[in-house]
């Protein structure tokens, strides 16, 4: 294929790719390139390219194929196959991801964000001191788990020295690129067209070249062939789109070309790695000649192909999809069969080569497919699981097996939120072809797509679950059951036949002391079983359960049951591990409870670092619903701290908002954080407005356990706007939740209520019973109690006393970074004529929540290397932000930076740039 000497038309585009690279020794950042087939995509890449090899940076390309767009981690593998070697130097955990994902390695498949993390690393690493670029074009063919991983990388570029450059066509494009420069590639005007083809060297008649201008419509591509071929342009055959007219062009070349080098175009077609070895390693296999370098060069002259030696390429992703629209059926199998035969045998590449090349039903073939499935599953790769169990299906020798791998992907589709997948998959089966356990789970999906919840789909529910048991599949029903409780729980954790679950959970073997079954019970019927759960709960060594997924249930279940710190500690305990094994979604999850945990606790710091990392992980995986829970439980620490909390800009942020926060469990958390807010900024009667709405079972807001939660900050507000008469009563009423009494949230709360409720006489008598030995309030309480105090005691005229004792609630309230109230405090205190120390300068100020969760780290005595592996960056991105930490705070030492995280003097003021640092 004739090339063009220079890039015509696209200026602007040669110097934004061209400032990337120059920028390298600054920052590193990503480019979207995207439109239509033939469009230049593929030679800005080629440029910017040879601009960076010119300067000395290192350069990494990528084309990604079709044929095998469906295999793990292909892509990802032809990338990092340079540095396979340095992979034993990442941290074992990432090395052995990467080690798996590659199918070098036995065991579990890993997570695909630990697979990420280690390319990050490797390719960080990779980068030169002038810096590193990677192109991968025709992105829309990427395998789903190295666009995963691709799209993970791009993310995390700012503070490496490495450039990202992604084309792909925009009709296909697949939205999951996040690029800091996007370029949308329009066509060409007639000026610069008559440049291409003056530049292409055709010697064209003036018709001839109306013709192609008109046919061209601006394409560089089209333009480039049809100089030397303008009969192509012939009016009358401008019905075809331009992209299959330039296909038809190049497969007529393709035709002809002899037999050896025709099957060496479809073994190049077919594979993705490009690697001249394997490709003629596998056409030798096809053809029987052993010497393929007069096809090869017969090729060449064409211009269908390029080769360095140890390379073969496409010139273009036009001519790989010409070669494979010439190709016969026929020969697109026979060619993936010689490839499989050239494979490692049991490689997940060599299964979808043999599948692809498969024209009947093989159950052999489909079983090898459902393993794979499952492995993919495990690293998060959703669409190659999805995909290998669609054609597993489709090779199934018996209609049982096809009605059970399909269900399987439709399971899998519809726990990663695909609905419209899920339902496209179990549309079309029939239970009647299942056996019993795959009718009830067949059964499961179709009940949970409408939506579950409403009109007796509880009931429904759960004897699809019976279904599941009674045909032996207990494990599922169990789990089943265990998801339910989860999905109703947030939304209607009252009126649901809790009993059921717990009955149903016991028939399936289910032991009282087990996590599951103590979950169900605290957070099913918790006036009922509070107490026994807590005995139970505190009995068990979580080091010693099963799996993580347990100690997450025993953790959530101590924090029903009211035990807040054991939960707090159960539950950090679960993060960590779900870090290491790089299971974000759950960690995420995880983290959404601990966010309100240590609010409860008085950690506000902690609440909201949760907050922080539970929301960019939501942005990671896609799970917009978590991102939204988290941000709200946030406003909790956030209204305390600065007596703000900005639902509006929830409702920009997340598109799910609209929907989401009208509604349980969004609008009893959103209530909540708008009345922590409001009372921190004074405007105590707005406060109760809200606050009344969560503790009224009568309306739609309340729920049990967030009700218990609020108690203390209603309370505060209500007194202080003339309605404790209204909220006395609402305390007796919590006194009657049974043995929830008995745990520490509601007995700290009811303690707290007691306090601020006390007559004035009252008052010293209540605080002591708040604080005493054992009770182990939360700081903000204790710190709250104390400031009511200071307040009772101003209004009596015992002025002294109460300069003493807002002196010790501003001194608590500081110490917590509760601003707001810390601030009210200080008012007081000039009322009565008495100063007090400006507050400490927040961290929040000075640095960005990145910063400030790497500072949390450093201070904890965390590595560069260990705070990489838990934040998922590269050490070198930590290192950068631990720069501009030290610069920021005015430190020299990772000894300062601790001591002033942990609350020491500051070497210097910090800069007061409020919000605008936050990002």
Request: cysteine-free.
């Amino acid at each position: 294929m004739p090339e063009s000497p220079r890039i015509v038309g696209r200026s602007d585009e040669v110097s934004a790719l061209q400032r990337l690279v120059a920028d390298l020794h600054r920052s590193g950042g990503s480019v979207l390139i995207t439109g239509p087939a033939g469009i230049g995509k593929t030679t800005l890449i080629g440029d910017v390219a040879e601009h960076a090899r010119a300067a000395g940076v290192r350069v990494l390309e990528l084309t990604a194929a079709e044929a095998e767009s469906q295999l793990p981690f292909a892509a990802l593998h032809q990338l990092l196959f340079a540095f396979r070697h340095s992979i034993a130097e990442l941290p074992p955990p990432q090395q052995q991801a990467l080690r798996q994902a590659f199918g070098e390695a036995d065991g579990e498949t890993p997570s695909v964000y630990l697979v990420a993390l280690g390319a990050l690393t490797v390719l960080s690493n990779a980068a030169s001191a002038e810096g590193l670029l990677i192109t991968v074009d025709d992105a829309q063919w990427l395998d789903p788990g190295s666009q995963q991983v691709m799209a993970f990388i791009a993310r995390r570029l700012s503070s490496e020295s490495i450039a990202l450059v992604v084309a792909e066509r925009a009709a296909e494009a697949t939205g999951v690129f996040p690029a800091g420069v996007h370029i949308a590639l329009h066509p060409l005007d007639d000026s610069d067209s008559l440049q291409v083809l003056a530049d292409a060297g055709g010697r064209l008649t003036p018709r001839q070249r109306r013709d192609v201008l008109a046919y061209a419509g601006g394409n560089p591509l089209a333009l480039t062939e049809l100089a030397t071929r303008p009969e192509l342009a012939a009016p009358g055959d401008h019905a075809l789109p331009l992209s299959e007219r330039l296909t038809a062009a190049f497969a007529a070349r393709v035709n002809h070309l002899d037999e050896a080098a025709r099957s060496l175009l479809h073994v190049a077609a077919l594979s993705a790695d490009g690697a001249a070895s394997e490709i003629l390693d596998a056409t030798s296999r096809l053809t029987g000649v052993h010497d393929l370098q007069t096809a090869l060069d017969a090729i060449i002259t064409e211009h269908l192909l390029h080769s360095d030696g140890s390379t073969i390429r496409f010139p273009h992703p036009l001519v790989r999809a010409a070669v494979l629209s010439a190709a016969t059926p026929g020969q697109r199998s026979r060619a993936h069969l010689a490839i499989a035969a050239a494979l490692r045998p049991g490689s997940d590449q060599r299964t979808w080569h043999l599948a692809n090349a498969s024209t009947g039903p093989d159950e052999h073939l489909a079983a090898t497919l459902e393993e794979g499935a499952e492995r993919a599953r495990r690293t998060g790769d959703v669409s190659a699981a999805i995909s290998s169990l669609e054609r597993a299906a489709d090779l199934s020798v018996d209609r049982s097996a096809r009605v059970r791998r399909s269900t399987r992907a439709a399971e899998i589709a519809l726990d990663a939120g695909r609905l419209d997948a899920a339902s496209a998959i179990i549309d079309p089966l029939e239970s009647g072809d299942a056996d019993d356990t795959v009718r009830a789970r067949l059964a499961w999906v179709r009940h949970l797509l409408p939506g579950a919840g409403r009109d007796g789909q509880v009931e429904t529910g759960l004897e699809i679950v019976d279904d599941m048991a009674r045909a032996g599949d207990v494990e599922r029903a169990i789990d089943t059951l265990l998801t339910m409780a989860f999905h109703f729980w947030g939304s209607t954790p009252t009126g649901l036949p809790w009993h059921r679950f717990i009955e149903q959970a016991s028939r399936y073997g289910v032991e009282d002391a087990d996590p599951r079954m103590l979950f169900l019970m605290s957070w099913g019927s918790p006036e009922e079983h509070a107490g026994r759960v807590r005995r139970a709960a505190l009995a068990i060594d979580p080091s010693e359960l099963a799996s993580t997924e347990r100690r997450r249930l025993l953790g959530l279940a101590l924090g029903a049951a009211g035990m807040q710190t054991d939960a707090e500690k159960v539950l950090s305990g679960v993060a960590d591990e779900l870090r290491e094994q790089g299971e974000l979604s759950l960690l995420a999850i995880t983290l959404t409870s601990l966010i309100g945990s240590r609010f409860i606790m008085g950690d506000l710091r902690g609440s909201l670092m949760a907050g922080l990392e539970a929301r960019q992980i939501s942005e990671e995986t896609g799970e917009s619903f978590i991102g939204l829970t988290a941000a709200v439980l946030q406003g909790f620490a956030e209204g305390v701290m600065s007596g703000s909390f900005d639902g509006a800009a929830l409702a920009r942020e997340f598109p799910s908002a609209a929907f989401a926060l009208p509604h349980n469990p969004f609008l009893v958390q959103t209530l909540i954080a708008e009345g922590i807010s409001l009372s921190a900024a004074g405007r105590f009667a707005d406060a109760d407005q809200r606050f009344s709405r969560v503790v009224d079972p009568e309306d739609a807001a309340h729920h049990r356990s967030w009700a218990m939660l609020a108690l203390p900050f209603y309370v505060f507000a209500a007194a202080r706007s003339g309605r404790a008469e209204d909220a006395a009563v609402v305390v007796e009423r919590m006194r009657d939740l049974g043995s929830l009494v008995e745990g520490d949230l509601l007995a700290w709360g009811l303690a707290f209520s007691d306090s601020i409720l006390a007559a004035d006489e009252d008052v010293e008598r209540r605080l002591l019973a708040l604080t005493r030995e054992g009770r182990n309030a939360p700081a903000l309480l204790v710190a709250l109690a104390v400031l009511d105090r200071g307040e009772r005691l101003s209004r009596i005229g015992r002025t002294a006393d109460a300069a003493t004792a807002l002196q010790e609630a501003r001194a608590r309230l500081d110490a917590l970074g509760a601003r707001a109230w810390a601030d009210q405090s200080r008012r007081l205190l000039q009322s009565l004529g008495e100063r007090s120390p400006r507050a400490r300068p927040d961290l929040g100020q000075a640095l960005t929540p990145q910063e400030q969760r790497i500072s949390a780290l450093v201070a904890e005595g965390l590595t560069n290397k260990q705070i990489a592996a838990q934040l998922y960056l590269s050490p070198k991105t930590i290192a950068a932000h631990l720069h501009a930490v030290f610069r920021k705070l005015g430190v020299s030492s990772r000894v300062e930076l601790a001591m002033i995280d942990k609350g020491g003097s500051l070497p210097m003021p910090f800069p007061t740039t409020g919000t605008a640092n936050r990002r």
